[in-house]
């Protein structure tokens, strides 16, 4: 169930910055929550709750990201989590604010996430930590 676990994160984290929005329904359970520290930024909330807040996310995603290039680094799991060490790469194509400098530009940044399943195998839990540099290129660099 371990190696089911992470195959299972892996294709969620891919779908979701991907914009797959269905893998929503695919894998997620129906109270999934999904947190980062963007999210307080970016919606004046910790996290998403919910399949359908989540797939609204993923299509306003997929809308400001062209190409998205996600690289899972790493895997961990033990029981019901897993751990994935992950980088993202895309171009932004939308942006919020006219004339904004960072549209049209390639953008980077990693992250390290961990999933945690319920019994039935679906994820009810996404939370992580991001990054630009991410950790992959800190470590590359010698910054912490």
Do not use: C
């Amino acid at each position: 169930m371990i190696e089911r676990h992470k195959a299972l994160a892996e294709q969620f984290l891919h779908g979701v910055y991907g914009g797959n929005p269905s893998i929503i329904d695919e894998l997620a359970s129906d109270d999934i929550v999904s947190s980062y520290p963007v999210f307080l930024r970016l919606f004046n909330a910790p996290s998403i709750r919910g399949r359908e807040a989540l797939k609204k996310f993923v299509v306003g995603f997929a809308e400001r990201w062209s190409d998205p290039q996600i690289t899972i680094h790493e895997a961990v799991a033990e029981e019901d989590r897993v751990v994935l060490i992950w980088s993202f790469r895309a171009t932004r194509v939308d942006s919020s604010k006219k004339d904004d400098p960072t549209t049209n530009l390639e953008h980077r940044w990693g992250g390290i996430t961990l999933f945690r399943f319920d019994s039935s195998g679906r994820i009810v839990a996404e939370i992580g930590e991001e990054s630009e540099p991410g950790p992959i290129e800190r470590l590359k660099t010698g910054t912490t």
